[in-house]
């Protein structure tokens, strides 16, 4: 089993509509969660970091379920400019970074 | 904050060819190093990590190695390049503030001909 896993997508949706994507993790001692940003052939960049109670920055809402293991994102309102693969970040005890394979979302005019 | 600087952004290699790609670090002291290959379409491997000088442990058995001669400098190598080794290669670092994520180097796309 892999240790963090994502549905690939594509998500394609229309500009101002919601879209919302999980990511499980197989490791329980995991302690930190991210949800990093990546463009066609460009490095990742951190979209926002997820906090037990759940946090949002703006349009993005990020959500942390430590007993089901699994982090999620939402975005409201989607711009065309959020058209991206979204990669779920999770880090063990032991700063061993691990990404899922990303989300493809392409937000439509 | 953390920077990371990578270079070459591009690199055409023949196969059996040696590799240099270096990373270096700005802005953090004793910084986690990470490098990861990102082939096309695909996710990314952790390939190396180092949490000091000296210090490298290794995900993935391969042709590849690193090194971590200083602090804030962690080298990818190999002395000879496989076909299979064309990717998108990323150096990152970590400053050791657990809320501040991973900062990526702007990658180096190596193509193996």
């Known amino acids: 089993r892999k240790e963090v896993e994502q549905d690939p997508g594509p998500f394609n949706v229309p500009e101002g509509a919601t879209v919302a994507f999980n990511c499980t993790y197989s490791n329980s001692a995991s302690q930190s969660f991210f949800w990093y940003r990546q463009d066609c052939r460009k490095e990742p960049k951190l979209l926002m970091s997820?906090?037990?109670s759940g946090n949002e920055d703006g349009r993005f809402t990020a959500q942390l379920n430590r007993a089901s293991q699994y982090i999620s994102l939402l975005i409201r309102d989607s711009k065309l400019s959020d058209s991206a693969t979204y990669l779920c970040?999770?880090?063990?005890?032991?700063?061993?970074?691990?990404f899922g394979a990303g989300t493809t979302v392409t937000v439509r005019a | 904050s953390q920077t990371i600087h990578q270079w070459p952004a591009t690199l055409v290699q023949p196969v059996g060819s040696p590799l240099s790609l270096e990373c270096t670090v700005e802005?953090?002291?004793?910084?986690?190093l990470y490098w990861y290959r990102q082939a096309a379409g695909r996710g990314l491997q952790l390939l190396f990590y180092?949490?000091?000088?000296?210090?490298i442990s290794s995900e993935v058995p391969q042709n590849l190695s690193a090194s971590r001669p200083q602090d804030r400098q962690f080298i990818l190598s190999s002395k000879k390049l496989l076909l299979s080794d064309s990717g998108f290669y990323l150096c990152?670092?970590?400053?050791?503030?657990?809320?501040?994520?991973?900062?990526f180097g702007s990658g180096t796309r190596l193509t193996v001909v």
């Open positions: 997820v906090y037990s």
């Open positions: 180092s949490v000091g000088i000296g210090q």
């Open positions: 970040v999770v880090i063990s005890n032991d700063y061993k970074l691990s």
């Open positions: 990152a670092g970590y400053p050791g503030t657990a809320n501040y994520g991973y900062t």
């Open positions: 802005g953090t002291s004793n910084p986690n």
